[in-house]
């Protein structure tokens, strides 16, 4: 939206049906990660965009009065992950925070459908699959209103302001144990993600050239 509105430029939606997020395989959690504790769950690359110091800060302040809930932290590291080190360094409950480096599609299928919620607390995201696939999975997400995660998550997702710790650490207790937000969280979500498909972009996109060549 950002981009359309300031270049006047066409946008292609990706469409209803859920092909664009694929269902995940059928499995489950190692439960070696956390011991069956519940967690928290966030995937992607470890650099400064993803703000995973401020997860960290984030969770630290929930674990406090949460002696059960655990944070992992998978993707590999990019530029910049040695911030993400220091913060866990410096976090009271860093006992309670699980760094996986690169997961494949298998992993990382069987730790969504394990998450008690999914995190995203980027600074700016052009789009954001990872929580598409989170809510397809039947976790509730949490994440900043960063680019264009507002317009793709909708109210499906509970948003926070970008680098807002206090108010990050608020929506993860949240999602995290209010029953009745959770379940609403799970089937805004599905819904959610059944909005978006390859096939309906691919259509898009067609039309896009179609009228960029009569125009």
Known sequence: AEVIDRFSVGAVPL??????????????????????????LTIGTVEPRKDHPLL????????AHDPD??????????WGSDALAEAVAAATH????????????????????GARLFVFPSVYEGF?????????AGVPVVATAAGALPEVLGDAALLVPVG?????????????????ERARLVVAGRARAGLYSWAGCAGGLVDLYRTAMTS
Do not use: C, H, N, S
């Not at 809930?69 to 990019?78: E, H, K």
């Not at 954001?128 to 397809?136: F, I, T, V």
């Not at 807002?164 to 009745?180: K, P, S, Y």
């Open 15 to 40: 469409k209803k049906k859920a092909e664009g997020i694929p269902p995940l395989p059928d499995v489950t959690a190692d439960e070696q990660v956390t011991a069956g504790a519940p967690y928290a």
């Open 128 to 136: 954001g699959l990872p929580p598409l696939e989170a809510m397809r």
């Open 94 to 113: 860093r006992d309670r925070i699980v760094r996986l480096g690169y997961v494949d599609d298998e992993a990382r299928a069987g730790l969504l459908r």
């Open 56 to 63: 960290v800060r984030a969770f630290d302040a929930v674990a």
């Open 164 to 180: 807002d710790a206090d108010a990050l650490a608020g929506a993860l207790r949240t999602a995290a144990v209010d029953d009745f």
């Open 69 to 78: 809930l655990r944070l992992v932290i998978a993707g590999p590291d990019g």
